[in-house]
């Protein structure tokens, strides 16, 4: 029995009619951009983080930059971010002018380390851009105490939803950062049927400036106080994400689930270390968009092909560190400068965790990844 790495048709089998009934209310209403849907469904991102604004836009990659945008970053700044994620923390960095500036991660959670963030800051520090790797919140209230005066962005594209105990109170993804963005890309927990983004905040005047920027900076139609972008979250889009909504609890559960019974089932090969099951901090309730495995002793490659061969899929997120991307060869990085995320790049190997994976399917790759080391 093959088992994709993720499987969009299964969760859509369950949601079919919701789903489709809605879009066809907007296709019937012919009002595509905006509107209320996008407004009902930013309410409902808001209510979910705990913040008091969410603005939504195209798609993830833009939600930073226009977050970026917002607080006036551009050339000459630095902005202090980790190099295990996804290319569009940095790119959009680098796309509004700014210096990337990269810093080492926890070897544990894959997220940023708080006093590396506070070692790389400078007078031209202008915010921190932390992710929220694989569905568990990096430790955003250290991360702002190692900075004070510097904004947070919290890059959530992978975890909304997932929560953070900080002294003794449950906070959500979006809630303590001065702005944090989300995706709504296809393979995200909540993710749409095309692009998606959108935007929290606690700031009503950085709300107003993202209101403007995603519409050409103009608060009022033909008249620009800035030069924004065209970044809006589809009608057709916010109607899907908001019949989803609803689930995305119940799913996030049953990827916990789906990891505890690997868990369960690697707990002695992780006693021997053939490998490492995914460390959650004690703090943290990950919503799981990854359950992703280190391999160590160079044999990851081979594991992945072995279950390759078993119609498993599986895949590398990432396979190289941002700071050792040719295009930031002109910042000057080197091997050696983030060692915990090129060792992260070399070992790990992310397995199929969506909520849909039926009993036989987790067995299946349990199966093929005992198999592995047993020959
Ligand atoms: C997916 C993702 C993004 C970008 O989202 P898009 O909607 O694809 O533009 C940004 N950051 C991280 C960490 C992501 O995983």
């Keep these: 029995m093959p088992v994709p790495l993720l499987d969009l048709k299964a969760q859509h089998a369950t949601i079919r009619d919701e789903v489709v009934a809605a879009m066809m209310k907007v296709v019937d209403a012919q009002s595509f951009i905006l509107g209320d849907p996008v407004a009902a469904f ?28 917002a607080l006036d970053i551009g ?8 190099p295990f994620t996804f290319f569009a923390t940095a790119g959009t960095i680098h796309n509004v002018g700014a210096t990337p500036v990269f810093v080492d991660i926890e070897a544990t959670t894959f997220n940023i380390l708080p006093d590396a963030v506070r070692a790389a800051r400078t007078s031209r520090s202008k915010a921190v851009i932390p992710v929220d790797l694989f569905g568990q919140m990096a430790a955003v209230e250290q991360v702002s105490a190692a900075v004070p005066g510097l904004p947070v962005i919290e890059d959530a594209a992978q975890s909304i939803g997932a929560r953070r105990m900080v002294d003794g109170e449950s906070r959500m993804a979006g809630e303590m950062a001065a702005i944090c963005t989300f995706s709504f ?18 700031d009503a005047s950085i709300a107003e400036r993202l209101k403007r920027l995603r519409v050409h900076g103009g608060a009022k139609q033909y008249f620009h106080d800035e030069v924004g972008y065209n970044s809006r979250l589809d009608a057709l889009q916010a109607v899907v994400l908001s019949a989803k909504l609803p689930h995305l609890g119940s799913w996030s559960a049953k990827r916990r689930e ?16 053939a490998l490492a099951t995914p460390y959650v901090a004690p703090e943290n ?7 992703t495995l280190r391999i160590p002793g160079g044999r990851r490659d081979a594991l992945q092909s072995f279950l390759k061969e078993r119609g498993i899929g599986t895949s590398i997120y990432y396979p190289l560190p941002l700071h050792l991307q040719p295009c930031f060869a002109y910042l000057g990085y080197r091997e050696g400068q983030c060692p915990e995320s090129e060792r992260a790049a070399k070992e790990v190997l992310s397995l199929p965790i969506y909520p849909e994976l039926s009993r036989a399917q987790l067995d299946e790759v349990v199966a093929g990844v005992t198999s592995f080391f047993a020959a």
């Design 42 to 69: 930013e309410a409902e991102v808001a209510a979910l983080s705990h913040a008091r604004y969410a603005i939504g836009c195209a798609n993830g990659t833009d939600a930073i930059l226009l977050a970026m945008r």
């Design 75 to 82: 050339r000459g700044d630095e902005v202090i971010t980790t």
């Design 258 to 273: 789906n990891a505890a019974y690997y868990d369960a089932a690697f707990a002695d090969l992780a006693a021997e270390r």
């Design 185 to 202: 890309f296809p393979s995200k927990n909540l993710g749409g049927y095309g692009d998606g983004g959108m935007i929290v905040t606690q």
């Design 285 to 291: 309730e990950s919503i799981f968009n990854q359950y």
